[in-house]
């Protein structure tokens, strides 16, 4: 029986991470993502045929490749930055709460985290998608996920979630703060937002994930008073035809006309990985050098900085608030 102490749980949830950056792990991995209908919306007798004879055998190979490039004593670096957002949050939060970490795909999952917040007695929990722009395949699949799992349980905890925060405007702030401190001293001729990217085809289907990358790439160049000139939304991680764009190596090529420094932030990554350490860290500032550009400065992500963990904390106390029935702890506020 849980007691009327008991504390109130909260689930970040982000996307995931290999074990290793070896081949087999990298391939399960991938085979958990790209398996998943709100990621690849094919039939699946259309799609894993081609998952399993030709995207796994390949990008298995290549995508270790890439990872063994950003790949810390510590391990996955989108991992290490998850705990800390974590361990953060939960001394932000105080003794009211419980505060787990969950990975839609790979380890340590969602169903793991959510054990943990059931070990601790908690009877509501708080799901935190980690992605500040909302798409089928990011929030979409952690949200129906996390509920499928629930409703598996004996005990079922009552579940709120954080809606989109694409414009919240301490989000927006903490951006802005990053952005100040990357570009401090430095001639910057141009500003790129760039977002991961999303087949055009979903957005058709009603997806949100393009307008809010806009509002959110509007809000930060307002806060940071650029005009329409000083800025570019691009699109990154295309993965096939049809994506959503500007890519954003092809704004790249064109900015770096006559030695130009261009800033690059991701504002919808909420932890450094993959595509912010290697395919921009690494290979967008080789593509921006080889076509004549000056500096490429890439701002880092949000990771666990101060004025980000109490975004968290607030959005969460939000989210209590506002589901009939949930009031926000009284220890640890």
Not at 117 to 130: D, H, T
Not at 233 to 243: E, K, P, T, V
Not at 291 to 307: S, W
Request: proline residues 8%; contains cysteine.
């Amino acid at each position: 029986m849980r007691s009327a102490e008991a504390p109130t749980g909260v689930l970040l949830a982000n996307v995931g991470t290999p074990e290793g950056p070896d081949p087999g792990s990298v391939r399960r991995f991938l085979r958990e993502f790209l398996s998943d209908p709100d990621v690849v919306p094919l039939p699946r007798a259309v799609w894993l045929p081609i998952l399993h004879g030709i995207v796994l055998p390949l990008r298995g190979r290549s995508s270790a490749r890439l990872y063994r490039k950003i790949w810390t004593p510590a391990g996955s670096p989108l991992l290490r930055f998850s705990r800390a957002q974590r361990d953060a949050l939960a001394v932000r939060l105080g003794s009211g709460f419980a505060v787990a970490l969950g990975m839609r795909y790979g380890r340590p999952s969602l169903a793991a985290a959510l054990d943990e917040l059931e070990a601790a007695g908690c009877a509501r929990i708080v799901l935190v998608p980690l992605f500040p722009q909302t798409s089928f395949a990011t929030t979409g699949s952690v949200v129906r996920e996390v509920e499928r799992i629930v409703g598996t349980r004996a005990a079922r905890p009552a579940l709120a979630a954080v809606p989109s925060f694409c414009e919240d405007a301490g989000y927006v702030a903490a951006l802005a703060g990053l952005v100040r401190a990357a570009r401090a001293g430095k001639r910057i001729d141009h500003h790129v937002f760039s977002f991961h990217g999303l087949p055009e085809k979903s957005v058709q289907r009603g997806d949100p994930y393009r307008g809010e990358c806009e509002r959110t790439a509007s809000a930060l160049a307002s806060v940071l008073e650029l005009p329409d000139s000083a800025w570019t939304l691009a699109y990154q991680s295309r993965f096939g035809r049809g994506w959503l764009g500007p890519q954003v190596d092809e704004v790249a090529r064109s900015l770096a006309a006559d030695g130009a420094n261009v800033l690059v932030a991701t504002p919808g990554f909420a932890a450094d990985c993959l595509e912010t350490l290697e395919e921009i860290g690494i290979r967008l500032r080789e593509t921006f050098h080889a076509a004549g550009g000056g500096e490429l400065i890439v701002v880092p992500a949000l990771n666990d900085v101060p004025e980000w963990i109490e975004v968290l904390a607030r959005l969460v106390r939000a989210a209590l608030v506002a589901v009939e029935g949930f009031e926000p702890p009284t220890r640890g506020l």
